[in-house]
């Protein structure tokens, strides 16, 4: 059973990744992120119930960083496109040497 | 091989029991000799860089080669005339009260005085200590004695220079390092002593230092200085290697338990001090510089590079007596480098025409008498001769120093340029400067060698003494000895000749000057006339306290004229003796050699003075006959002998082609090939290597955030692939 939910775990974590590298839209990205967390989230939760409640508690504490985050990066991402209007990443370019 | 004596060790050095026993003469303020003079360079020099501050013009001025161009002088001269010389006669009448007690005391050992421990690290141990005997006391006079007259000479020579407290504050710091050398205790003493006066022999020489020519003199004068340190610096090593100490008395009390007599370190030890010595006393082949060091004002001259710091060799010479006499090849050396460049400095003097430059071969002459006599054994003589050419040596600088100042007001005033040290340019001097005119023959005279002037005593002492370690039975160097003494009376013939010919161009015959510039030319003013008068006194009667007692007890009546008989021997007889006894062990007694065959030195003495006298006259003759030209209407160098001497025997460029510039281009090499490409390529290098991986680097910042992403993914699954598999 654990190892079913650890599978499903590393397979969520693995496309959010992907996502993340391949995809150009920010709004995907950041929905890609979000998988990731949850992938781990899932993982916390499958392990719980042989190591103890610790990690149920993490989870609440990754949902509420993801909540915070979620706001803060959803209203960048709205500043930038009020500016390039476009939220496509590989046209933001300008912090280089 | 003795050279084993090096390794340190706790030596039991016999201490001389009379050392203890000199107690019984207290000095009277010994450290007040050399505090006054510091004392004067102090406020001196504090006036002088007051004197620089509060008026930029007189820093600008303040460097004006020309010392004769503001008609009075200003606020700024009132406190340096009084501390300059004031301080130096203090010092005299301290030295003047010591030698009074010592004279009074009967001192057989030197009363050392220490004060604190200067340096001490490890086994060296080197104290802050001035040690009084007669040798010292002799020196601290004639110091102490000649500087005042000479710092009373300078309040007229420099009176209208805008540098003049600084002047005054490099002369006291002057005597204060040259009586530090003559009174300190120890090796280490008397080498603070060598280097303080070796600085400040720069800086009076390139004391008008916005004059490139005279800035490069002081230099030149500096460098060749350092080779001679050198040696100094390493003979010290070496004593101290084998005595483990660099105190006088306890090297001369264990000289001859530490040290084979004629072995090698003895000989290495004396060879490496002369070394020295012939770099402080600008003997062959380091008198080079000397003759350049005229440079300076004329005062500076007459006491550094005349009358005290260039006979410092002589003193540490005749100081290490004990070591010499212990080292019979090294005092071949010393007195053959002395009879040689004695015999060159006179011929290149024949053939000069500066005033000045004349005076400073005919110094080096007179220097290299002194380390014949020291080098012969003869310390006291040598010492004499220093003593007596302090007096008359000085004498002719500051009244060539008068005649100088005299033809550049005169020249000045007449609006030329002509050249006022150039004896072409003058002539007929005798006129309106008569005190000079009288007391430079007086120590001409004496220079020659002319009975009864303080010259003759010493110098024939020297050539005598010569003559008679020739003779001596157990002397290897016998006929060594007698080319010097031949050579050695050659030279004396020469030195009448060249100071003849000086007088004769400056003093006699027709002005050269010019119709305009002979109006204004005086005599000099009363401060600068009465060292001079008294100088000249000194040069008549110094000699007298030397007078040999054969010489005084041959000739009936004498005794009344000159009752000093030997006064000098005797009140040396206690620094000299341990030297004297060594040699005549070694070499046989000299008392027994007696050149002239039987005819003595009676005989010797009239001959000499003969000699001397014939050449002074038939010189005198026959160049009063001549007329010479100034120096402007005056034909190109001559070719042949005479260009050769007019040249300085082409010393100057012989060095110049075989040690300057294969040391420039050397320096050129490395400069270019060993630090501009190695060095800096290396460093060059690196900073190129850096940047280069810097930016080969800084292509990996796209500034995309999703090659970031990728990057850091890569990353994470390359640790967690390393993680799994190992």
């Given at each position: 059973m654990l190892s079913h939910a650890l599978m499903l775990s590393a397979a969520l974590f693995v496309i959010g990744t992907l996502g993340v590298v391949v995809r150009r839209n920010a709004i995907i990205i950041f929905l890609c992120i979000e998988l990731q967390l949850n992938a781990v989230n899932l993982a916390f939760v499958a392990l719980s119930r042989y190591t103890g409640i610790e990690g149920q508690l993490y989870v609440f504490f990754v949902m509420t960083v993801a909540a915070a985050e979620a706001a803060v990066g959803l209203a960048i991402i709205i500043a930038i496109f009020r500016h390039y209007k476009t939220v496509n990443v590989d046209q933001f370019n300008l912090l280089k040497w | 091989m003795e050279f084993a004596a090096f390794a340190p060790g706790p030596y039991t050095v016999v201490q001389d029991p009379a050392v203890q026993e000199a107690a019984g003469w207290e000095p009277f303020l010994p450290g007040l000799l050399l505090l006054l003079p510091l004392a004067g360079f102090i406020a001196n020099g504090w006036l002088a860089l007051r004197a620089a501050s509060r008026s930029a013009s007189a820093l600008r001025?303040?460097?004006?080669?020309?010392?004769?161009?503001?008609?009075?002088?200003?606020?700024?001269?009132?406190?340096?005339?009084?501390?300059?010389?004031?301080?130096?006669?203090?010092?005299?009448?301290?030295?003047?009260?010591?030698?009074?007690?010592?004279?009074?005391?009967?001192?057989?050992?030197?009363?050392?005085?220490?004060?604190?421990?200067?340096?001490?690290?490890?086994?060296?141990e080197i104290s802050a200590a001035i040690q009084l005997d007669q040798l010292s006391m002799l020196m601290t006079l004639v110091v102490t004695g000649v500087g005042f007259l000479i710092h009373l000479f300078s309040v007229g020579y420099m009176r209208e220079d805008p540098g003049y407290p600084r002047y005054f504050a490099y002369l006291n710091l002057f005597v204060f390092f040259?009586?530090?050398?003559?009174?300190?205790?120890?090796?280490?003493?008397?080498?603070?002593?060598?280097?303080?006066?070796?600085?400040?022999?720069?800086?009076?020489?390139?004391?008008?230092?916005?004059?490139?020519?005279?800035?490069?003199?002081?230099?030149?004068?500096?460098?060749?200085?350092?080779?001679?340190?050198?040696?100094?610096?390493?003979?010290?090593?070496?004593?101290?290697?084998?005595?483990?100490?660099?105190?006088?008395?306890?090297?001369?009390?264990?000289?001859?338990?530490?040290?084979?007599?004629?072995?090698?370190?003895?000989?290495?030890?004396?060879?490496?001090?002369?070394?020295?010595?012939?770099?402080?006393?600008?003997?062959?082949?380091?008198h080079i510089w000397l003759p350049d060091a005229m440079a300076g004002p004329t005062p500076v001259s007459a006491l550094i590079h005349a009358a005290t710091m260039v006979t410092a060799g002589v003193y540490m010479v005749a100081r290490s007596s004990v070591l010499y006499a212990m080292a019979p090849a090294s005092q071949a050396v010393v007195a053959g480098i002395g009879v040689l460049t004695a015999l060159v400095a006179a011929t290149i003097a024949l053939r000069q025409h500066d005033i000045k430059k004349v005076l400073a071969y005919s110094t080096i002459s007179q220097l290299g008498f002194m380390f014949l006599g020291a080098g012969i054994g003869a310390f006291t003589a040598a010492i004499f001769h220093l003593m007596t050419h302090a007096f008359f040596k000085a004498l002719l600088f500051l009244g060539a120093g008068a005649a100088i100042h005299s033809m550049h007001?005169?020249?000045?005033?007449?609006?030329?340029?002509?050249?006022?040290?150039?004896?072409?340019?003058?002539?007929?001097?005798?006129?309106?400067?008569?005190?000079?005119?009288?007391?430079?023959?007086?120590?001409?005279?004496?220079?020659?060698?002319?009975?009864?002037?303080?010259?003759?005593?010493?110098?024939?002492?020297?050539?005598?003494?010569?003559?008679?370690?020739?003779?001596?039975?157990?002397?290897?160097?016998?006929?060594?000895?007698?080319?010097?003494?031949?050579?050695?009376?050659?030279?004396?013939?020469?030195?009448?000749?060249?100071?003849?010919?000086?007088?004769?161009?400056?003093?006699?015959?027709?002005?050269?000057?010019?119709?305009?510039?002979?109006?204004?030319?005086?005599?000099?003013?009363?401060?600068?006339?009465?060292?001079?008068?008294?100088?000249?006194?000194?040069?008549?009667?110094?000699?007298?306290?030397?007078?040999?007692?054969?010489?005084?007890?041959?000739?009936?009546?004498?005794?009344?004229?000159?009752?000093?008989?030997?006064?000098?021997?005797?009140?040396?007889?206690?620094?000299?003796?341990?030297?004297?006894?060594?040699?005549?062990?070694?070499?046989?007694?000299?008392?027994?050699?007696?050149?002239?065959?039987?005819?003595?030195?009676?005989?010797?003495?009239?001959?000499?003075?003969?000699?001397?006298?014939?050449?002074?006259?038939?010189?005198?003759?026959?160049?009063?006959?001549?007329?010479?030209?100034?120096?402007?209407?005056?034909?190109?160098?001559?070719?042949?002998?005479?260009?050769?001497?007019?040249?300085?025997?082409?010393?100057?460029?012989?060095?110049?082609?075989?040690?300057?510039?294969?040391?420039?281009?050397?320096?050129?090499?490395?400069?270019?090939?060993?630090?501009?490409a190695i060095i800096d390529g290396t460093v060059n290098l690196v900073g190129y290597a850096t940047r280069l991986a810097g930016f080969a680097a800084s292509l990996f910042q796209t500034g995309q955030a999703t090659t970031y992403a990728f990057a850091l993914t890569l990353g994470v699954l390359l640790i967690l692939g390393a993680a799994v598999l190992l």
């Open positions: - | 001025t303040g460097a004006d080669p020309d010392p004769f161009q503001g008609a009075t002088p200003p606020r700024t001269h009132r406190w340096p005339t009084w501390i300059g010389p004031g301080a130096l006669l203090l010092a005299f009448l301290v030295a003047m009260a010591n030698f009074v007690g010592m004279s009074g005391a009967d001192l057989h050992a030197p009363v050392v005085v220490p004060y604190w421990s200067w340096i001490a690290t490890g086994s060296l040259m009586l530090i050398l003559v009174l300190g205790a120890n090796y280490g003493m008397m080498f603070v002593g060598w280097e303080g006066v070796g600085l400040c022999s720069y800086l009076l020489i390139g004391f008008w230092f916005t004059d490139r020519e005279k800035a490069d003199a002081g230099k030149k004068a500096f460098i060749v200085n350092r080779i001679g340190d050198f040696g100094f610096l390493v003979a010290m090593f070496l004593l101290f290697g084998v005595f483990g100490t660099l105190d006088f008395q306890t090297i001369f009390a264990g000289a001859e338990q530490q040290m084979v007599a004629g072995g090698a370190t003895v000989t290495l030890v004396t060879l490496l001090l002369m070394l020295g010595a012939a770099g402080k006393s600008a003997q062959l082949p380091l007001h005169a020249l000045h005033r007449a609006g030329s340029h002509a050249d006022p040290q150039d004896m072409r340019n003058m002539g007929g001097l005798k006129t309106p400067m008569r005190t000079a005119w009288i007391a430079m023959w007086i120590a001409t005279l004496a220079i020659a060698g002319i009975w009864p002037l303080a010259g003759f005593f010493s110098k024939d002492e020297i050539i005598w003494y010569t003559a008679a370690w020739a003779g001596a039975p157990d002397n290897p160097f016998g006929g060594l000895y007698t080319v010097y003494w031949i050579v050695a009376i050659l030279t004396a013939m020469l030195t009448a000749f060249y100071m003849t010919r000086l007088m004769v161009m400056t003093f006699h015959g027709r002005s050269r000057v010019g119709a305009q510039a002979r109006a204004h030319l005086h005599e000099a003013p009363r401060v600068m006339t009465i060292p001079l008068i008294v100088l000249a006194v000194l040069s008549v009667f110094g000699g007298w306290i030397n007078v040999p007692a054969a010489l005084r007890e041959s000739v009936p009546g004498l005794y009344g004229v000159l009752p000093m008989s030997e006064w000098l021997h005797h009140w040396l007889e206690p620094v000299t003796h341990r030297a004297t006894e060594l040699q005549t062990a070694a070499l046989g007694d000299k008392a027994h050699a007696d050149p002239l065959a039987g005819l003595g030195e009676v005989a010797w003495a009239l001959m000499s003075t003969l000699a001397a006298a014939l050449v002074v006259v038939w010189a005198f003759r026959r160049l009063s006959a001549r007329r010479y030209a100034p120096a402007a209407e005056s034909g190109p160098p001559p070719g042949g002998l005479r260009g050769f001497l007019a040249n300085k025997w082409y010393f100057d460029e012989i060095y110049d082609r075989g040690i300057v510039r294969p040391l420039v281009a050397l320096s050129r090499w490395c400069w270019r090939a060993v630090d501009a």
